[in-house]
């Protein structure tokens, strides 16, 4: 049936009303509607239309919508397109309304925005093809002139695609990945190094599996984009911890999350491409090498033999379970002055539950100690190595400093290295 399909004038307000058929043929002025659909991590919906659409067929497009039928309101029709072309029946946001005119299509149009996680049921007469898309990948489609994407919707829309775009900060950055905070919503994260890589790849199979019983918020990383890799994640919100304000209530909270964690079974974790006990063990044994070798020669003579001896004793093999590897008052945060959540999980792995019990043990005010060990209930062993590693700590800072980050960090990890010997 040829629908009769909703007019408006030149100032957006309906003016009848006409047969889709002779809107098509006149190029009547009429409404219609866009809705931009987002996922949970951001990326937007990209679809082709098929080749029998009546306007652009076989275009690109990265907005569902259509005509508004004679005495429609548009949310409602906005609603109904989505729905029918693929599936999405969420909440919209209106954007805005604008004019778009060429000579294949005269209309105001009333545009909105959606998330949804929700299956895609494409309509087989609209949607030849379809794919969800990072906000960059778009950028670029609407950027190449040869790129067949409808020039109605990026005339109305693209403005909105760049200013997500560029709704991006830089917190500080850690020393294995870039972080950008995207949106105020997201993180994205780059390994630096590509030995970092695999490890960030193990971390979005790892999180989602441990992350509902930890009690305290943690990233879910996915892959965003394989080449380069990106991950992104849901912001955990909450700022790094200040350790001197550090309660008892936290210690508590806290020593319950590293027993939840160091009692995860190996069937949980077991496939994920975790770093494993014995990789681990190489890692660290190397790790000692290069400090004895490119670190130890950097302390005065009297200190040779305190240093020898503790990593000798960092060295002896020890009970192992699942650790985050790298908890610090800048992966601890705080919301409204409690711990709400622990970030940075590159660096988990099987290994010694006393990495974790460092910082946690020597680092943090005795009230939240005391606490920490009621909860928790570590062995005479296990705070033994805590201590250890907490003597080694900057050691790390100043091998790296040795390695790739420059000179500042050595100086920094050897000034560590002597008040903690």
């Given at each position: 049936m040829d629908e009769i399909v909703a007019l408006y004038d030149a100032s957006g307000r309906p003016d009848g009303s006409a047969p889709r058929s002779e809107m098509r043929a006149r190029n009547l002025r009429h409404g219609a509607t866009a809705v931009v659909i987002r996922d949970r991590l951001g990326r937007i919906h990209v679809h082709r239309r098929t080749d029998t659409k009546d306007v652009y067929p076989g275009r690109y497009d990265f907005a569902a919508g259509g005509v508004l039928l004679a005495g429609e309101d548009p949310h409602t029709a906005a609603r109904r397109e989505a729905d029918e072309e693929l599936g999405v029946t969420s909440e919209l946001v209106p954007l805005g309304e604008a004019d778009y005119a060429d000579d294949q299509t005269t209309y105001h149009a009333f545009l909105y925005q959606t998330e949804w996680d929700g299956p895609i049921r494409p309509q087989a007469e609209e949607v030849a093809w379809q794919e969800w898309t990072t906000l960059e990948r778009l950028a670029e489609m609407l950027d190449d002139r040869a790129s067949p994407v409808m020039p109605d919707t990026s005339a109305l829309l693209g403005r909105w695609v760049r200013e997500r775009l560029s709704d991006r900060v830089s917190p500080e950055q850690g020393w294995d990945s870039e972080a950008i905070i995207v949106e105020g919503r997201w993180v994205d994260r780059c390994p630096r190094r590509p030995e970092v890589a695999p490890r960030l790849l193990a971390e979005t199979r790892l999180m989602p599996v441990i992350a509902g019983g930890l009690g305290l918020s943690v990233p879910e990383p996915v892959v965003l984009e394989d080449a380069p890799l990106r991950v992104r994640h849901v912001l955990v919100r909450g700022d790094p911890c200040e350790p001197e304000l550090l309660t008892a209530t936290d210690g508590a909270v806290v020593g319950r999350f590293l027993r939840a964690l160091h009692d995860t079974p190996e069937t949980k974790y077991a496939g994920t491409g975790v770093l494993d006990a014995e990789s681990a063990r190489a890692e660290l044994l190397?790790?000692?090498?290069?400090?004895?070798?490119?670190?130890?020669?950097?302390?005065?003579?009297?200190?040779?033999?305190?240093?020898?001896?503790?990593?000798?004793?960092?060295?002896?093999?020890?009970?192992?379970?699942?650790?985050?590897?790298?908890?610090?008052?800048?992966?601890?945060?705080?919301?409204?002055?409690?711990?709400?959540?622990?970030?940075?999980?590159?660096?988990?792995?099987?290994?010694?539950?006393?990495?974790?019990?460092?910082?946690?043990?020597?680092?943090?005010?005795?009230?939240?100690?005391?606490?920490?060990?009621?909860?928790?209930?570590?062995?005479?062993?296990?705070?033994?190595?805590?201590?250890?590693?907490?003597?080694?700590?900057?050691w790390w800072e100043a091998l790296a400093g040795t390695d790739y980050l420059g000179e500042e960090y050595v100086g920094s990890g050897l000034t560590g290295i002597v008040a903690r010997l």
């Open positions: 190397d790790g000692l090498d290069g400090m004895r070798a490119r670190v130890l020669p950097r302390l005065s003579a009297d200190r040779h033999s305190d240093a020898h001896a503790l990593l000798d004793a960092v060295g002896e093999p020890t009970e192992v379970c699942l650790v985050h590897g790298d908890l610090g008052p800048h992966h601890l945060l705080t919301t409204s002055g409690r711990v709400s959540g622990v970030i940075d999980w590159t660096d988990a792995r099987i290994w010694d539950p006393g990495l974790d019990l460092a910082w946690t043990l020597h680092g943090t005010p005795p009230a939240f100690v005391e606490a920490l060990v009621a909860a928790y209930s570590p062995t005479p062993e296990q705070r033994a190595r805590g201590l250890l590693w907490h003597r080694l700590g900057p």
